[in-house]
């Protein structure tokens, strides 16, 4: 069974950093691209980082740029988002998903096919 499992969220103060993990199993995802996503409460779900196969190419969201940070280990089949200078407006729920389609990034969540449960990250003023 191919599973996306995320950790790493929590109740952080504005300015702060977090470090998510997804971690994938059930089969190697080192051959698709693989992004996060969030999801506000009220607000539809929206992309934030995206990561090619190999980790060379790489693509963020406006709102994230110089702040996130989308990184993988394909041995431990698992990507990374390093998240600093947090801000309110930062708070959602942080998926991660794979992409068995491309090995280049893409910010339509309609490009991905396995989603992970979700972690909550919420920032405070």
């Known amino acids: 069974q191919v599973q996306l499992v995320e950790s790493g969220g929590g109740l952080v103060q504005a300015g702060g950093s977090l470090r998510l993990s997804c971690a994938g199993s059930?089969?190697?995802?080192?051959?698709?691209?693989m992004g996060w996503f969030r999801q506000a409460p009220g607000k539809e779900r929206e992309f934030v980082a995206a990561?090619?196969?190999?980790?060379?190419?790489?693509t963020y969201t406006d709102s994230v740029k110089g702040r996130f940070t989308i990184s993988r280990d394909n041995a431990k089949n698992t990507v990374y988002l390093q998240m600093s200078g947090l801000k309110p407006e930062d708070t959602a729920v942080y998926f991660c998903?794979?992409?068995?389609?491309?090995?280049?990034?893409?910010?339509?969540?309609?490009?991905?096919?396995?989603w992970g449960q979700g972690t909550q990250v919420t920032v405070s003023s």
């Open positions: 998903a794979v992409d068995w389609d491309r090995s280049l990034p893409a910010p339509s969540e309609y490009e991905y096919d396995v």
């Open positions: 059930g089969r190697s995802f080192s051959n698709y691209a």
């Open positions: 990561i090619s196969r190999y980790g060379g190419t790489t």
